[in-house]
């Protein structure tokens, strides 16, 4: 069974502070790792992914990959109230079997 | 970027009824995907939507209670069939371009099984 882990959460953290979430997965065979943010009500938005080990920047988010570990995690600098939400890991299978897998998601509140 | 398009949007269902759902996305994709995310709960896989062949179902799901067709590149249906209230939740088309690095979602079918 191929699993995708993630902090259970909730994370709490104020305005302007930087929120770290964190995801594990058991496949070593997995070839690309996302985030997506969910909104109460809404279907999962994509913000991130990332492919290779290291550090992905875009804007206020960075995505972090240890392969070796097994490991990647998603950085929101100088977090916002827009930024509460469910943040969703989700991992992209290899060899034969594509399929995405998901954890359970990490509940963000970013307190003004 | 695909625009994922799904309806309905929301019903509200009777128990022991069946109700389908429609995917259209916007461009080609290669692969198709459904997901249910019940109240509360991550998404889980259902099946990959193969066109013109059987879907591929993942343990726990089977083709007798969710039928899906996929006649072409750009349109899947899932069916959930003889409804229960344990079947109310989000249903989300997914779908991949070729390269598979992106994988967008739909805006979700909303199902209350009353």
């Known amino acids: 069974q191929k699993e995708v882990e993630q902090n259970s959460g909730p994370l709490s953290v104020p305005e302007g502070a930087i929120a770290s979430l964190n995801c594990t997965y058991s496949?070593?065979?997995?070839?690309?790792f996302f985030w997506y943010r969910q909104y109460s009500g809404k279907s999962p938005e994509l913000i991130m992914s990332i492919y290779s080990n290291g550090d992905k920047e875009d804007g206020r988010f960075t995505a972090q990959l240890n392969k070796a570990s097994q490991y990647v995690s998603l950085l929101i600098r100088d977090s916002q109230p827009s930024d509460s939400a469910t943040y969703l890991c989700a991992v992209w299978s290899g060899g034969s079997n594509y399929k995405l897998t998901f954890g359970k998601g990490t509940l963000l509140t970013v307190n003004p | 970027s695909a625009v994922i398009s799904q309806k309905p949007s929301r019903d509200i269902c009777q128990r022991g009824t069946s109700l389908t759902i429609q995917c259209q996305v916007d461009?080609?994709?290669?692969?198709m995907f459904w997901y249910r995310q019940q109240p509360g709960q991550s998404l889980t896989l259902i099946a990959t939507a193969n066109q013109g062949s059987e879907a591929t179902y993942e343990s726990g799901f089977v083709i007798d209670k969710f039928p899906i067709s996929r006649p072409n590149l750009t349109f899947s249906t899932l069916t959930v069939s003889n409804m229960s209230p344990e079947d109310s939740s989000i249903y989300l088309c997914?779908?991949?371009?070729?390269?598979?690095?992106?994988?967008?979602f739909g805006e979700g079918s909303w199902l209350t099984v009353v």
């Open positions: 461009s080609q994709v290669t692969m």
């Open positions: 997914s779908a991949t371009a070729e390269g598979r690095n992106t994988i967008y």
């Open positions: 496949d070593r065979g997995s070839q690309s």
